[in-house]
């Protein structure tokens, strides 16, 4: 991202955009303002990812939550540079104490498919009281695809929030394991069309199987315009 200095001139239309160097992000990342040291973030995209993925790696472990968030965030395409090392850096980021930080601990694992992280997500799952946490697991081992979560998503259905649960449909579906299909198949019938939305898209995932195929051409007839249409593409 550019660093911008806008600034009006007689006519109030004038503006001028400034790239900051290197060394100009390395002085606002050694900066006491967190304000600073997240512009210096948002700035490492613009030079040379390597460089950038040295130079964010310390802010996964700022003193500053936003910070922290900006940073963990951002290592979802810096991590390409060195996986081993972001893999170090996101699962230390799944015990941080904010939960907005360990929700895009998961994200930034799924975006870079670090499926030896597994073990970690399901840990977490299992011991947060938090739903974001949850849900951003959930959608995150259903990204990564790995078939080892099979167990933790079929529990994830019956979680008593229904985001969470909701998250578990579409991440059964990504997951393509047969043995979704009929866990999937009773939430066509819910009264809520979000889930019903859900449940055509994750059923879409096996699109060619003889159980599916009659519940998406029933969902492809759903009263909500958005069903129907998500149905009749999948099959």
């Given at each position: ?95 941080d104490p904010e ?6 601990a998961a994200d ?63 991440a059964l579906g ?62």
């Open positions: 991202m550019c660093f911008v200095t806008s600034y009006a001139d007689n006519s109030q239309d004038s503006h001028k955009t400034m790239t900051s160097s290197p060394e100009q992000i390395r002085q606002l990342i050694a900066s006491d303002k967190f304000g600073d040291r997240i512009t210096a973030i948002n700035q490492l995209r613009d030079i040379d990812p390597k460089l950038a993925f040295e130079l964010i790696s310390p802010l996964c472990d700022d003193r500053n939550a936003r910070v922290r968030y900006a940073a963990v965030s951002q290592i979802s395409t810096l991590g390409e540079q060195d996986k081993p090392a972001a893999f170090k850096l996101l699962t230390a980021a799944l015990g939960s907005d930080v360990q929700a895009a930034s694992l799924a975006a870079l498919k670090l499926t030896d992280a597994l073990d970690d997500l399901q840990t977490l799952y299992h011991t947060t009281s938090e739903w974001l946490v949850q849900m951003s697991i959930v959608a995150c081992l259903g990204e990564m695809g790995d078939r080892r979560a099979f167990t933790l998503l079929q529990s994830a259905l019956n979680s008593d929030n229904s985001l969470v649960s909701v998250s578990a449909i579409g990504e997951l393509k394991d047969d043995r979704a299909i009929p866990l999937l198949l009773p939430y066509a019938d819910s009264e809520d069309w979000q889930v019903r939305h859900r449940v055509a898209q994750a059923l879409g995932h096996f699109a060619t199987d003889p159980e599916a195929i009659p519940v998406l051409q029933k969902l492809a007839q759903d009263s909500s315009a958005l069903v129907a249409e998500t149905a009749r593409i999948c099959l």
